[in-house]
DNA sequence: CAGTGAGCGAGCTTCCGCTTGACTT
């Protein structure tokens, strides 16, 4: 009886469903073997080596040192199967780089002769079974791009690290990833902290046709007036912005200008708008409405979905794909058609393509399994019923018509002043009966029938003055978009590379948004002076180039590693300062110094050391005289936690031994010398 | 003389990406 390996255990069980008695399917549960993580996982006879720590004989063509990290029992598994199939096994781990690995280190691992790769898009039966009828050898150049990707990862994350080590003090960690996604908040931080905000003034006014509407100021004599886009983030008008710009008297004088004087219509302008549905779901995109719309964190969200794709109600949660399989569509067509009547339809389905460059597409979108159950038939409650419900919207809605409708922009003039209106008006609701994301622009509003010439006397004028704002901060959800839209990192990291950061403690939550912190600020701006090359995205998008290159077989392995490796990053490592940094605060008369990763704070006036729950925003005027005579305190708003969301799921996660929380991670950098727990290390097999 | 504490030295920390349960409190 023919073996059939496939990753996952829930596909596994999915398949054998499918296929009958004729076949055994197992599954691997990802990797099998990898570089030794610890000095307990490297075997006896290499212990010597000097380089078995790091897994690898750079002098010997880059050659890794594999060794099991499978599950206990898996192995031995798999390995009897193998021998009851008499060595009929097929390959099934997922069809991208990391699936061909796989497939290969079984075939080692089992001793296959001539193993058979098979891969399939979608788990139906008519998918596998065409996929079982033209297996393939595995393909070693795609082996080769995957192999080279983890030597380099290893190489760089193993190599800086210690620099850290030496410069900052502590266990810190540098990579490709971590370091690269760091330095994206870290120049969200900076361009936050030295934003200075610029004023202009709003002035609206009440039209009083019947109904009456809103209209505010556009421009004076033909001068449009200032707002927050005329200006740069330093507080400046842009270069060539010619614009009115109000003071309180000024605006006090516009506003009595305004009072009780008539306004006419001069322009009124309709244009139509169409509005498509968004595109089911892809892990990142979840993350995303999961946050906005649901308020609950990257770890809470994959936990639910994790939940509900183990009971069956979704597909694979780790997915950089929009795409729904043909049995996808029918079924959410035939749900719009049950809601909403086969009119909410359009005539043929939509197919959705990532626009994501470094996109493997190696699953369908997250989309409802199975039977598309209604929410309220699932019997689900709490964040998996609102979570469940947010994907089958979603899904659903994708399938539906788009939403019509028209755009009015309304022209008035009075006296010397320009004001202007708009309004939206939809037409024909189409998905957004079910799934609606917009965003409520502040000026929208339900416009009365107006004809050109009109006139309708100002009342109510309002004038207020407005800031700009700095660019916001991220939050976990946009976050996890900004590393997919970064390149960096993968469907199944960005979880982990965020809870990697926030152990790290180089980034905090705060009011449901990423804050770095100032170890993280210090960590980042060290490595942009240091080795500038790790920081930057491009550094992964080249990276990719390159694998792709390999895997097409264009380039070597070894010439691609010799280049990364030996002429650039090793270098750069050799000739970094290994000597404790001083980090200029951004936008403050400040400096940081760290060492043994505490950072103080150093001011013409003195210095301090910086307590754990201090954000870099909080350093101003009057925290920073505070903090040098030590009486500062933290406000209660300030109060660091992980998260705004729910206590019973948030407590025992935080006493897990493989969950590091920043709350944690502060008390073991508090005792540096304290064996900190690491999450990973303990399910390996030695 | 026993207990304490300062000072010294050795050993350790670390990557990314693929997959889920098995631990303890």
Redesign the pocket.
Known sequence: MPLLIV?????AKQIASYLGRDWTVK??????R??????ADIPEKYRDQAWA???INVDAGYAPLYVS?A??GVLTDLRAATKAAGGDVYLA??P????ES?AWHLSVVLGLKDARRVTYQEVTKTAIQKALQNPRPINLALVAAQES??IL??????????L???AI?????????????LMLLAQREQSRLSFIPSAYWRVTASVGTTPPFQASVQAIRSLPLATAASFTAQGQLKEGVEVAQLDAQKAEGLRGYLEGRDAEITSIEVSPITRRPPPPFTTSSLQQAAGARLHLGVETV?RAA?SL??QGLIT???TDSPALSDEALQLARAAVAERFGEDALPPNPRQYATRNANA?E??EAIRPAGAFLAPEATGLNGDELALYTLIYTRTVASQMQDALGEKTTITLQAGVVTLGATGTRLTQRGFTALYDDDQKDEDDQALPALTTGQRAPLSKVKAEEKKSSAPARFSEGSFVQLMEKAG???????A??LK?LL??NYVAIRARKLHVTPLGLCVALYLLQQLPQLVDARF?AQMEQDLDAIANGELKRLDYLDRVWRDALKPAIAGAQRTSPRIKVPGREAVFEVRDGQVTLRTADGAALLPAELLPEDLDERSIPALLAGTWKPSVKSTRRTDGETAPSAA?AA????SITPRKKRESTAS??K??S?S????RKA
């Not at 990898?34 to 000095?39: F, I, R, V, Y």
């Not at 991208?96 to 699936?99: A, L, Q, S, V, Y």
């Open positions: 990753e996952s255990p829930k596909k599954a691997c549960f990802g990797h099998v990898d570089l030794p993580a610890t000095k720590r790091l897994g990290r599950r206990t781990s997922d991208d780089r990391e699936g796989i990707r983890r990862d290893r190489l760089a994350g193993y190599g800086v690290s210690p850290l080590w030496d003090g502590g266990p810190q960690s540098a990579g490709r990833v971590q370091s690269a996604a994959t994790q794709y183990e694979y949660i780790r493997q190696a699953h960096i990192g993968r469907p199944s990291t960005y982990s590379t990697t152990g790290r992964t025992p006493k897990r031994k493989s540096p010398r064996k900190a690491t990973g290390t303990s399910r």
